[in-house]
């Protein structure tokens, strides 16, 4: 049987799949993290805990990680899978916010100003916007 190259368009057929898969999973976790927020929020304000306890949060936390995970594999997947630099330069900018970006800001707003949480709320609406439209830039055929 001869042997798949990755430029084939079977490969790249099953990459782009992987990938979308992987996205919409995201997107979906994403989603869940949003609900996670509010639950965190308004535990902690029914439970009457101290300000600067933040285990309500600790779902929220867990799943932001899962989050940076996810698109880590999306990077992965898009480098392995040549999907194409548009696609490549989304899922980095979107590894770079879920990762490193999205952990700092959360701190940030809890230890500075809440300034700082206000835009950690609005990077998670721009992340979900930004792994939504990499399943719609990859479903619809572009590059």
Request: no cysteine; proline share 3%.
């Amino acid at each position: 049987m001869a042997e798949q190259r990755a430029s084939s368009p079977a490969a790249r057929s099953t990459m782009v799949t992987v990938f979308r898969t992987t996205a919409i999973v995201t997107v979906i976790v994403v989603t869940i993290q949003f609900l996670l927020a509010g639950l965190g929020a308004f535990d902690a304000a029914h439970s009457g805990v101290a300000a600067r306890d933040t285990s309500a949060y600790d779902p929220h936390k867990l799943v932001g990680y899962l989050i940076a995970l996810l698109s880590l594999v999306l990077l992965v997947l898009a480098l392995v899978g040549r999907l194409g630099g548009r696609i490549i330069g989304m899922t980095a900018t979107l590894l770079i916010l879920a990762g490193p970006i999205q952990p700092l800001l959360a701190g940030a707003g809890t230890d500075s100003a809440p300034f700082w949480g206000a835009l950690h709320a609005f990077v998670g609406a721009l992340i979900l916007g930004l792994t939504a439209n990499l399943i719609t830039a990859t479903g619809s055929g572009r590059r």
